[in-house]
């Protein structure tokens, strides 16, 4: 199943994927546009924006279109590519290029159209920004870059695009920088991200001097196909990898860092500084599962090597991660009180289950697991949008309440968002994305640990996100101000994601699993008969039970009587340690500031004391020199020459003086001295003749 | 060397050495005109007596009498105040006496080269002289013509008034 | 002590002399007498080797003597010319004070 997609036939590029550059173009335009206009031009913007990503809604939509006939067709995966020499050296050549196939279809589709969604949502709750258009430009900026990931076929576009995603995100997470602490939540992020791009990019290159291409695809020849990875499988790496293995794992760090996992999530939350559009877009739906899509690309080589049901080095240590970071994220939005860092924390959770199920289950149960989390926590942040808007700028949810009558179609599209997110059963897309997850991990061959740490994980995803929808909607109001429901333009558009959230767990029943089989590559039909797959039954009502449970307890504990806001959590007074360490987020903050950070600044005080003692005092010293010199030669100059020059010609003014005494003017000392010549002379004359 | 000669030479150095060391400058110039005889006295007594009389005409006759018109036209019989000796006066008496020296010790030296016994002396007549005038030296004939014509309109010129206003 | 040797020293006698009253007095005249007496010091030397030399007969020395004496007339007009324009000038005749040739 999984070897299929790198076994796949490649077929001649057709036209829609000439012009399948087009996607990420046409909004990287329009946000440079945007950049241009002069102050202020919101419509324009505004409309800039949307009808750059409507228009490459469109074009995804064709070329979903595209690949759906050419599936069913053929009934198997057909990938086109589009592949162009950028730069050439004397015998290696640096290619660019775009793939379209299923994978890169639907991921088109969905962040096209939930971007799209958002922009339109964004239009409603940033119109009293004064910053509209820099929001604008850089938003539209960073739905190109995130097209432009997903069509890479070119190891470099795609890092190119990742960085550009990177630099949007710092950018639009500080995007009222005047406030301290949104900078460094930016600078946060981009230097937490950054050091799972160094990995990354060791890892590209590691890749490139290997394989010797930097196409993913290639008609045989590229970097995911099985001669590239065979040669890859040869060669042995440090600790007992291969290189295979070696490679993927520093894939993975680059992933894990956008993607927050465990020990690069810090970020994340903080990153809530943002405005809520931000945090819907970026940090739920799109960019941090540019992560998990990244694995998913590269699947082919994160599997290679494995037996025929067992697992590889790469996606074993992926599974770990997923699975840990899901259980820890969840324990900590147990505690949290703001209503965005719950979210948050349970976009962190629900990455760490798309990274296990890529690790257990393969491409098809991590994507589809991650289509179905963009819908509904992209709806779920826009909720929690409206609820702040609504609020009057309020977040602490312990000063909300009963905002189920005052804000009703809020709380509608809220509680199918949360009911999808917990994964309640049949109705919700959550629950079928999930499941395919726990299944993938009851069948995992290394070990059975996930299993258990996933479906604990989905007993707090319930039991946290009950506990928030009590404190918001529920009881009545905290304060003494009254909400009031958003607009049309906010709430449309939650009403749309509502529908997805709940109509897209179709695709992914066992009876029509058309979305596996979409991206896996055979034909597929409705068969109720799937459901009746060993074991399959009974997974389905463990986990039933397990949502429910979760919803049980938080209705008992948080739901029945509405908590007063001063009082402390009903579970901080039970356990008032473990709840210390989930609100504290386990520390790990704290951690990085006394190690990484403290020796940082330690390197940076004793890279100080360097440049200042050692260099700057080289410097001083050869300056010194240098005076030193300069007065010597002053010295030389003015003293020596100078007064040997004066002197000199103080003499010869001496002795022109001394000789003009000779002219006196007087006739008699002219005779004198010639008489006295005459005598001279006649005595040498008189003297020499003498002999 | 005769009496006569001692005589003369006595005249002639007198006359010179008067010429010389006089306070009044009008003294001097007849020192001089006595120190021209002397030598005009010791050419005759050289046989060149064309010489001796050209001496008296010329030098009695023209130039003592021009010093003397000199000296009255230039006040010059007036005693200067800082006396009749010029600055550093011993220099010049060593020098001109150092010139003596030398002089005599060449004449002295060269004793054995110099001519003994005298030659008869010789009959110049003026025929002779003008022969060799017109004949041998015809060339600084003409050209002292020339040098005695420039000489006078030269000597006319410098000492003539000036003609321009501030004088 | 030959005759010649006797005219020959007179001769330097009156040459020195005469120079002596050349570089020591003050009046621009006496200098002039002084140069004359020189002269004649000079024509003595030439007539004295006339003489005494050989070959009286070709009058060279009278000769050389008559020619001296002619260009030292000439010179002494001239110079006393000059002596007479510069007292006009410098309304003195006195040496020590005419050095406006001063270097």
């Given at each position: 199943?999984?070897?299929?997609?790198?076994?796949?036939?490649?077929?001649?590029?057709?036209?829609?994927?000439?012009?399948?550059?087009?996607?990420?173009?046409?909004?990287?335009?329009?946000?440079?546009?945007?950049?241009?206009?002069?102050?202020?031009?919101?419509?324009?913007?505004?409309?800039?924006?949307?009808?750059?990503?409507?228009?490459?809604?469109?074009?995804?939509?064709?070329?979903?279109?595209?690949?759906?006939?050419?599936?069913?067709?053929?009934?198997?995966?057909?990938?086109?590519?589009?592949?162009?020499?950028?730069?050439?050296?004397?015998?290696?050549?640096?290619?660019?290029?775009?793939?379209?196939?299923?994978?890169?279809?639907?991921?088109?589709?969905?962040?096209?159209?939930?971007?799209?969604?958002?922009?339109?949502?964004?239009?409603?709750?940033?119109?009293?920004?004064?910053?509209?258009m820099r929001f604008f430009c850089f938003l539209s900026l960073f739905a190109g870059a995130m097209l432009g990931v997903v069509i890479a076929n070119s190891m470099l576009l795609l890092f190119m695009c990742w960085e550009i995603v990177g630099l949007t995100s710092y950018l639009l997470i500080g995007f009222w920088y005047q406030k301290p602490s949104?900078?460094?939540?930016?600078?946060?992020?981009?230097?937490?991200?950054?050091?799972?791009?160094?990995?990354?990019?060791?890892?590209?290159?590691?890749?490139?001097?290997?394989?010797?291409?930097?196409?993913?695809?290639?008609?045989?020849?590229?970097?995911?196909?099985?001669?590239?990875?065979?040669?890859?499988?040869?060669?042995?790496?440090?600790?007992?990898?291969?290189?295979?293995?070696?490679?993927?794992?520093?894939?993975?760090?680059?992933?894990?860092?956008?993607?927050?996992?465990?020990?690069?999530?810090?970020?994340?939350?903080?990153?809530?500084?943002?405005?809520?559009?931000?945090?819907?877009?970026?940090?739920?739906?799109?960019?941090?599962?540019?992560?998990?899509?990244?694995?998913?690309?590269?699947?082919?080589?994160?599997?290679?090597?494995?037996?025929?049901?067992?697992?590889?080095?790469?996606?074993?240590?992926?599974?770990?991660?997923?699975?840990?970071?899901?259980?820890?994220?969840?324990?900590?939005?147990?505690?949290?009180?703001?209503?965005?860092?719950?979210?948050?924390?349970?976009?962190?959770?629900?990455?760490?289950?798309?990274?296990?199920?890529l690790g257990m289950g393969g491409v098809a149960v991590g994507m589809f697991h991650l289509i179905t989390h963009a819908f509904f926590k992209a709806l779920l942040f826009m909720g929690a949008g409206s609820v702040i808007h609504g609020s009057h700028e309020e977040q602490d949810i312990r000063r909300m309440g009963g905002l189920r009558t005052a804000m009703p179609a809020t709380f509608l599209t809220y509680a199918i968002g949360m009911l999808a997110l917990c994964g309640f059963p049949l109705l919700f897309s959550g629950f079928w994305s999930k499941d395919g997850i726990l299944e993938a991990a009851q069948h995992w061959s290394v070990a059975r640990a996930p299993f258990y740490m996933l479906v604990f994980g989905a007993l707090l995803t319930a039991f946290y996100m009950t506990r928030q929808v009590a404190y918001i909607f529920f009881g009545h109001s905290r304060t003494e101000k009254h909400a009031h429901e958003s607009s049309r333009v906010m709430t449309v558009p939650l009403a749309i994601l509502a529908f997805f959230a709940i109509a897209l767990g179709i695709i992914g029943t066992p009876a029509w699993p058309w979305f596996r089989a979409f991206l896996d590559g055979h034909s597929v039909s409705f068969d109720l008969s799937g459901f009746s797959e060993p074991g399959l039954m009974m997974l389905m009502a463990t986990s039933s039970v397990v949502v429910l449970c979760g919803l049980a307890l938080g209705w008992w504990l948080y739901g029945r009587a509405a908590p007063a806001p001063e009082q402390p959590d009903v579970l901080e007074r039970a356990v008032p340690i473990p709840w210390s360490w989930m609100r504290d987020r386990f520390y790990i903050d704290e951690l990085y500031g006394a190690t990484v950070i403290a020796?940082?600044?330690?390197?940076?005080?004793v890279a100080d004391w360097l440049d200042r003692r050692i260099w700057g005092g080289a410097v001083t010293l050869v300056a010194w020199a240098f005076r030193q010199w300069a007065r010597f030669n002053r010295f030389f100059d003015t003293d020596w020459v100078d007064g040997s020059f004066d002197k000199g010609c103080e003499e010869l003014a001496t002795g022109g003086g001394l000789l003009s005494r000779v002219q006196s003017g007087r006739v008699q000392t002219y005779l004198r001295l010639l008489a006295l010549a005459v005598v001279v002379l006649v005595g040498l004359l008189i003297w020499s003749s003498r002999a | 060397m005769s009496i006569v000669f001692y005589i003369v030479a006595a005249l002639a150095v007198g006359g010179a050495l008067a010429a010389v060391l006089l306070k009044n400058t009008v003294h001097c110039a007849l020192a001089l005109t006595i120190a021209f005889a002397g030598i005009a006295l010791l050419f005759l007594q050289l046989d060149a007596q064309f010489a001796g009389f050209a001496q008296i005409l010329v030098y009695i006759g023209a130039v003592a009498i021009l010093v003397v018109f000199a000296i009255l036209l230039t006040r010059g019989s007036e005693t200067p105040k800082d006396g009749v000796y010029g600055r550093k006066w011993p220099l010049g008496l060593v020098i001109a006496a150092a010139v003596f020296s030398d002089l005599a010790w060449a004449v002295l030296q060269s004793a054995r080269v110099l001519p003994h016994e005298a030659i008869s002396a010789p009959t110049v007549t003026v025929l002779q002289i003008g022969n060799a005038l017109i004949g041998r030296y015809v060339l600084p004939l003409e050209i002292i013509a020339l040098l005695l014509t420039a000489a006078l309109i030269g000597a006319v010129i410098v000492a003539m008034h000036e003609k321009e206003a501030g004088k | 002590m030959t005759p010649l040797m006797?005219?020959?020293?007179?001769?330097?006698?009156?040459?020195?002399?005469?120079?002596?009253?050349?570089?020591?007095?003050?009046?621009?005249?006496?200098?002039?007498?002084?140069?004359?007496?020189?002269?004649?010091?000079?024509?003595?030397?030439?007539?004295?080797?006339?003489?005494?030399?050989?070959?009286?007969?070709?009058?060279?020395?009278?000769?050389?003597?008559?020619?001296s004496i002619a260009v030292a007339a000439a010179e002494a007009a001239v110079g006393l010319g000059l002596v007479i324009s510069i007292h006009r000038h410098a309304r003195t005749t006195d040496l020590d004070a005419i050095n406006r040739m001063k270097g």
């Open positions: 199943m999984q070897d299929a997609i790198s076994s796949t036939p490649q077929l001649a590029s057709s036209s829609i994927t000439q012009i399948l550059w087009l996607i990420p173009a046409v909004p990287i335009l329009a946000s440079g546009v945007i950049a241009l206009l002069k102050q202020p031009k919101r419509k324009s913007a505004a409309t800039l924006a949307i009808g750059s990503l409507s228009f490459s809604l469109l074009l995804s939509l064709v070329a979903f279109g595209h690949v759906l006939s050419s599936w069913s067709q053929h009934a198997s995966t057909a990938r086109e590519t589009a592949n162009f020499t950028w730069i050439q050296f004397a015998s290696t050549n640096v290619d660019l290029g775009w793939v379209l196939d299923p994978l890169s279809a639907v991921m088109l589709v969905m962040v096209a159209f939930v971007g799209l969604l958002i922009f339109i949502y964004s239009t409603g709750y940033m119109a009293h920004d004064e910053n509209f949104a900078a460094a939540a930016a600078k946060k992020a981009f230097l937490t991200t950054r050091v799972g791009d160094v990995f990354f990019l060791l890892g590209i290159v590691w890749l490139f001097a290997q394989t010797g291409t930097l196409l993913f695809y290639n008609h045989g020849a590229g970097s995911m196909e099985s001669s590239a990875l065979g040669g890859l499988l040869i060669h042995p790496a440090a600790f007992g990898l291969t290189a295979a293995g070696a490679i993927g794992l520093m894939i993975f760090a680059g992933a894990a860092g956008k993607s927050g996992q465990l020990p690069l999530h810090v970020w994340l939350p903080d990153a809530m500084e943002g405005p809520t559009p931000v945090s819907a877009l970026i940090h739920a739906a799109t960019m941090v599962a540019a992560g998990v899509y990244l694995i998913a690309r590269v699947y082919p080589l994160m599997h290679a090597g494995a037996l025929l049901s067992g697992s590889t080095t790469s996606l074993t240590v992926v599974t770990w991660v997923g699975a840990s970071t899901a259980v820890f994220a969840a324990l900590i939005a147990v505690a949290q009180n703001d209503i965005k860092r719950i979210l948050a924390y349970s976009t962190i959770s629900q990455l760490g289950y798309m990274m296990a199920g020796f940082y600044y330690w390197w940076a005080r | - | 006797s005219y020959l020293l007179v001769a330097a006698l009156l040459f020195a002399i005469g120079l002596a009253g050349a570089l020591t007095r003050r009046n621009a005249i006496l200098v002039l007498i002084g140069i004359e007496l020189m002269l004649n010091a000079a024509n003595l030397n030439l007539i004295a080797f006339w003489r005494y030399g050989p070959h009286p007969e070709s009058l060279t020395g009278m000769m050389f003597a008559i020619f």
